[in-house]
């Protein structure tokens, strides 16, 4: 198809989510939270009571979860067994778990076929840890999100999370698989002294640079 893929990655409260929906509305792409389905997944194995660090309980656990993504307006929405689990994807628990559940490769594998899949449908800006790693590689264009570590810690106090987000950090750049790292040929981008209006001015200057 033509349709094409912006590829944004980077840590926890860097500002990237809000970067990338704003970014995708000014485009008018459809906006691809691949978090969420980590969350999702996360969210159903603790909801089954099933050990997030015990790998074969999970995988085998994956194999009867039915995961089913669509879009509502500009923005992609998840259904897991029927159920789109909303506020509760942000919840403690699923914090916590998030990590372990998604360095299985297996979780990873079957996660990377259902967010190529978007595709199809549409050109997308698509955000998480391994967009320009991983999942899209061939498209040029990848932008690094990162911001000043005093601009993040003041923007987890305001969600409310602070170790946990340094614990997933550490978990997400440190596992074998698909590690966050900047990707060959990404740009990075500091939001620390951008509004959120001129990071997005400044995302469209990188993408006019890549393309
Ligand atoms: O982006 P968000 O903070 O919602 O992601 C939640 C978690 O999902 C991350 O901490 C990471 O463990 C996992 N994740 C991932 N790969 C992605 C996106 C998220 O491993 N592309």
Same mark, same amino acid.
């Given at each position: ?60 656990? *994956? ?25 509760? *994807? ?122």
């Amino acid at each position: 198809s033509g349709n094409y893929v912006v590829a944004i990655d980077g840590p926890a409260a860097s500002g990237k989510s809000t970067l990338a929906r704003k970014l995708a509305s000014r485009l008018g792409l459809l906006m691809v939270n691949s978090g969420a389905i980590y969350r999702a997944i996360t969210w159903e194995i603790v909801r089954e009571n099933i050990n997030p660090e015990d790998s074969d309980a999970v995988i085998s656990a *994956l194999e009867k979860i039915d995961i089913e993504t669509g879009r509502n307006g500009g923005v992609s929405t998840i259904r897991i067994n029927g159920v789109q689990p909303g506020d509760e *994807l942000r919840s403690e628990v699923v914090n916590s778990n998030v990590s372990a559940v998604s360095a299985i490769p297996k979780v990873r594998e079957k996660v990377v076929q259902l967010l190529r899949d978007h595709l199809e449908h549409s050109s997308l800006v698509m955000e998480g840890r391994d967009i320009a790693t991983i999942v899209f590689p061939d498209t040029p264009y990848k932008i690094y999100i990162t911001a000043a570590e005093h601009v993040r810690a003041a923007r987890r106090h305001k969600v409310g999370e602070v170790d946990s987000v340094k614990r997933r950090d550490a978990a997400d750049s440190g596992r074998k698989t698909a590690p966050l790292k900047v990707a060959d040929g990404a740009e990075i981008l500091d939001t620390s002294d951008h509004t959120i209006e001129s990071g997005v001015d400044a995302a469209i200057e990188i993408l006019k640079r890549q393309g």
